[in-house]
């Protein structure tokens, strides 16, 4: 991204508010997934960040991780896939035990300047990564999370203000908004 985004408030303390959790979060290799993630480090959390194939930028992230002590798990592959939704989850629980919290913020964007240029590839494409993931890893996660744990589903201002170029990204940052319904375990 340029400019780069700032993923760490270097004036910010910890209160180990995340002490002995354990975090997922997808696209945790950079932006507001980075940040996310050097962020639950520093209240005490161990991380795993899937990712599609960054690794430089997901090695970044654990290094924010590891400098604040604790444990990053790297989960490269395709959210797009749904056996790979469900085996992030359980590498996560197989390596720290627990998943308390859930980000699921990954998410792909193929700007065109023309409507008609967003084919049926793309368009499914960025449905299977920003949508359907959303739901096969919070679908896998909530089998091994417990009573008190949380699933955080990021959006984007171009949910609320659209985007010529984006039409289709835009679509699914509206299918990724808050609700106010509360959540019940299955």
């Not at 430089?56 to 896939?81: E, F, N, Y």
Request: charged share 25%; with cysteine.
């Amino acid at each position: 991204m340029r400019p780069p985004p700032v993923a760490v408030d270097p004036t910010a303390r910890g209160a180990g508010r995340l002490e002995g959790r354990v975090a997922l979060i997808t696209g945790g290799d950079s932006g507001i997934g980075r940040a996310v993630a050097a962020a639950f480090a520093r209240e005490g959390a161990d991380v795993a960040i899937a990712y599609w194939n960054e690794h430089d930028d997901a090695r970044a992230t654990a290094g924010l991780v590891r400098d604040r002590g604790r444990t990053c798990l790297l989960l490269p592959g395709d959210l797009g896939r749904e056996a790979h939704c469900t085996r992030i989850v359980e590498r996560t629980f197989k390596r720290f035990g627990r998943l308390d919290v859930l980000v699921n913020n990954a998410a792909v964007q193929y700007p065109q300047e023309r409507f008609i240029d967003i084919d049926r590839t793309q368009l499914e494409r960025t449905f299977k990564v920003n949508i359907l993931s959303y739901v096969s890893v919070a679908r896998a996660a909530v089998r091994r999370m417990k009573e008190g744990a949380a699933i955080i589903n990021t959006t984007s201002v171009t949910a609320y203000r659209g985007s010529a170029h984006l039409i289709d990204y835009a679509a699914t940052k509206g299918a990724s908004s808050p609700s106010r319904a509360p959540c019940r375990r299955p």
